[in-house]
């Protein structure tokens, strides 16, 4: 039973585009919300993250929005650059600095 | 900068060998996670402490998996007769873990790649 899912396992986008990556969750106790970044043989990089107080929280190039009532969440990437491709995790915890629940990830390709 | 730091980054072991991995979180980091992350999956828990109290254990955690983190500050991961299924990359993330400071990101290692033989 997957409580957070990344339902695109790729996205390819060109250079200064707009990258967007999508989330749901299932879960109603979850109030926190992250996006991590993942290069290979690294560990996952924190982006952004936003409460569940709020719809939108931005962040220079990234902007996370949430829909609480459709439990969806999207990680929006403006300009993209190449240095963007990488494996982006959505990951959930119902109450910060409790464990996290991650997605199965999406691989991002900015393609210059 | 200090980072969460993990040791070894590789291990190449035999089959029912036992294995221990270290992770130093960020000073002052009150709350310490270990996941585990298998090819096409994303981190899932295993463990975490609260200092040196072990708060929660995954069902992940077999009885052949142990934790400890004894002074509140390194922890460490062991996993007796390791199997085949073991194989993965272990990470470590560590985070400020107290109330006052809110909703608070966990940082990560870049992780200990296990692989058994």
Redesign the interface.
């Given at each position: 039973d997957q409580q957070v899912k990344q339902n695109s396992p790729s996205l390819s986008v060109q250079e200064g585009r707009i990258s967007i990556l999508n989330c749901d969750y299932t879960n109603s106790m979850f109030d926190y919300f992250l996006w991590y970044k993942k290069y290979p043989a690294e560990g996952p990089t924190f982006l952004i993250s936003i409460s569940s107080i709020k719809d939108k929280n931005e962040d220079g190039r990234f902007t996370v929005f949430l829909n609480k009532s459709a439990k969806h969440l999207s990680l929006h990437i403006v300009p993209s650059q190449p240095g963007d491709s990488a494996v982006y995790f959505c990951a959930a915890s119902d109450s910060g600095n409790t464990p996290l629940v991650f997605g199965k990830g999406t691989r991002l390709s900015v393609i210059a | 900068d200090t980072g969460?730091s993990?040791d070894p980054r590789h291990k190449i072991t035999k089959r029912g060998q036992n294995v221990t991995f270290r992770c130093d979180p960020i000073s002052e980091h009150n709350?310490l996670?270990w996941?585990r992350q298998t090819l096409?999956?994303?981190?899932?828990?295993l463990t975490?402490f609260q200092n040196e109290a072990q708060l929660?254990k995954?069902r992940l955690l077999s009885d052949r998996f142990s934790a400890e983190r004894p002074k509140g500050s390194f922890s460490t991961l062991e996993i007796q007769r390791t199997e085949q299924g073991d194989s993965a990359m272990y990470?470590c993330?560590s985070?400020?873990?107290?109330v006052r400071?809110?909703?608070?990101?966990?940082?990560?290692?870049?992780?200990t790649r296990l692989s058994i033989l």
């Open positions: - | 969460v993990q709350r996670y996941y096409g999956q994303g981190p899932e828990f975490y929660e995954s990470l993330a985070s400020p873990g107290t400071w809110g909703n608070q990101p966990q940082h990560f290692g870049d992780g």
